[in-house]
């Protein structure tokens, strides 16, 4: 999804696009509105680099995977590293349904025997990110009447 912008307007606005078409989709499930919250995350965090680098004077960072990751490697060293959410209980109560949300404790129990909550909220990382790569390309390609593409159903 690499996306250039000229001025830091025109990337705020582009994003601001985005975070409408986002917010107006209705997921349907607990895991689809975790992704959704967040692909609204690191929309956020893309605002707050680029009023950072207009502040500073620099160009414009693009919209990309290497931009969102700030610094990491991957959507799990970025889970890992703490640069979203950090306690179990927190991710579990955003990607859960009130049923697995007592079946796992309230994050207390792992998620499954391969995988413990950082590792969940990883894959949920890289959904969101693929979702606003997705929702990027229709908005550039279509304009403004496009829908919230969820990478689930991709």
Known sequence: MKKNFNNATEALNFAQKMRKVIE????????????????????????EYIRYAANDGEAVPELSEVTLLNGADSWSQYSWGGCSLIYNSDIAERLCSPSDLKRFKGGERNPNSREEWLDVQARALRQAFTSLSLTANNISHYGQNVVYANAANK
């Open 24 to 47: 107006n989709a209705a997921p349907r499930s607990a895991w689809d509105k975790g992704v959704q919250a967040y692909a609204l995350e690191l929309l956020d965090n893309y605002d």
